[in-house]
């Protein structure tokens, strides 16, 4: 069986490369986070326009580009290295895929050329106060009368939640759990009764929000109640983007400590000859090529439907675990300076430190990992 990307994916992810040299460097990502709006609107066009990175796995007849979760994880692990601020994860990985998983087609003609267009930004509102990222979690209930519904009740820490044009919901029916009756609903931004509150968050390239819902109408996708497995698999594929997210930027640490060890100075020595750092980036780069390896193998577990659910908590456990290592190496690595507001490795820390709670953190990825082979 052979993993490696193809010619073509390779061309690919070096023209992605170049593109987010010029369009996100360090000094582009500290501009941004002292902004409202927290990204570039004129890039986020560009992305769509020139490289059609926002409709990059949507089916073509749904206007996107119709390529695979390959390309996409070649795209976050890329956008991980740059530290790319936009709202990529919320819009293609979590919202498109909730609507690719659970809507029907109209509900798909009607979503997702506008996210795929880059003319709306979208999230997913699953999380809610008591921190449980799965469907047992969700306790906001839905209200129906005939063929209108309605939502009550908040959802925490939504990514890019005040960014958003559209939120895709999870709620549920009076009375179920689990899986059961689970919905997944489509509200506009701005739907009256619709409030998201942003949230100072840890890391500043990536924004948070809490969402409140008071009697808000909501529009179903697929069948009400059977959301259960759809959310399930959404959920799953956001560990893969994360984790291949979470790759490149342990690359982008390991890579920034080498270069810092071999210019740093000092005794007459660059500090990359000193045992130690040697032994700090030989440690980092097992690390980081373990993560490559598992999150490779969740792309295409993703890619061809085969034990997702193993393959995207492993990924996403041993990634965060690289990652948070990579990160912390930089810093130490890059000795005072790297605390500074002013250098990049804490920019770096602050997303591992992220990407590590979001979606569970290896914790509860491991006691997933148990769950699903019979512990």
Known sequence: MNFAFSEEQEEFRAHLRRFLEAESPTAEVFRLI????????????????????QGIHIPERFGGQGF???????????????????PYFSSVCLAANAILNAGSDDDRQ????????????????????NGSWDGAGVHMTFSRDGDTFTLDGRKALATDGAQADLVIVAAREAGTHDDEGLTLFAVRSDTPGFRATPVDALDPTRRLAHL????????????VGDAGPALRRTLDQACVCLAAESVGGAQRCLDSAVA??????????????FQAIKHKCAEVL???????????FAAWSAENDSELTLAAALAKSICDDAFRL???????????????????PQLYFKR?????????????QRARIATAKGF
């Open 34 to 53: 002292e902004t409202d709006r927290g990204f570039d609107p004129s890039v986020w066009k560009a992305m769509a326009a020139s490289l059609g990175l």
């Open 68 to 86: 695979g979760f390959l390309e996409l994880c070649i795209a976050f692990e890329e956008m991980g290295r740059a530290l790319l601020c936009a």
């Open 110 to 129: 009607r979503w997702l050329p506008g996210i795929a267009s880059g003319e709306c930004v979208a999230t997913l509102a699953v999380l809610e106060p």
């Open 212 to 223: 409140d819902f008071e009697s808000v109408p909501a529009a179903p996708l697929g069948t």
């Open 260 to 273: 810092y060890a071999r210019e740093r100075v000092q005794f007459g020595r660059a500090i990359g000859s």
């Open 286 to 296: 097992l690390e980081v090529e373990s993560a490559k390896a598992t999150a490779y």
């Open 326 to 344: 990579a990160a912390a190496e930089n810093i130490q690595i890059h000795g005072g300076i790297g605390f500074t507001w002013e250098a990049d």
């Open 352 to 364: 591992a430190k992220a990407n590590e709670t979001l979606l569970g953190d290896p914790h509860y």
